[in-house]
């Protein structure tokens, strides 16, 4: 069973840092993408950053330029620095990781299945 576990959350002032961390235990051999995605109050879930087996990263546009997603080399930790923080950015903040798997749930898949697995999450909140 794959186990995400987060770190970080808080509350802080508008303008304010903070750093999620997001480490997992499993030994995936195939890694696709670790990041995170948010729900705030009343909204519905969304993706916030991402970054890929090779590297690559994805933000949503509210927070290009202030948050920023880092991987660790053996891919099994995500970071994400979060400065200059706004109301707007509270919620609470869920890891993901997707795995490409052969096996999964007693099925054998030869073309390799994409399992998503989620952290319980971590509440950030970001006062006026």
């Known amino acids: 069973q794959v186990q995400l576990v987060e770190s970080g959350g808080g509350s802080v002032q508008t303008g304010e840092s903070l750093r999620l961390s997001c480490t997992t235990s499993?030994?995936?051999?195939?890694?696709?993408?670790m990041g995170w995605y948010r729900q705030g109050p009343g909204k519905q879930r969304e993706v916030v950053a991402l970054i890929d087996s090779d590297g690559t990263t994805n933000y949503t546009d509210s927070v290009k330029g202030r948050f920023t997603i880092s991987g660790g080399n053996d891919k099994k930790t995500v970071h994400l620095q979060m400065n200059s923080l706004k109301p707007e950015d509270t919620g609470v903040y869920y890891c993901?990781?997707?795995?490409?798997?052969?096996?999964?749930?007693?099925?054998?898949?030869?073309?390799?299945?994409?399992?998503?697995?989620w952290g319980q999450g971590t509440q950030v909140t970001v006062s006026s």
């Open positions: 993901y990781r997707v795995l490409l798997l052969t096996y999964y749930r007693g099925t054998y898949y030869p073309q390799g299945k994409d399992v998503t697995y």
């Open positions: 499993d030994n995936a051999v195939i890694m696709k993408s």
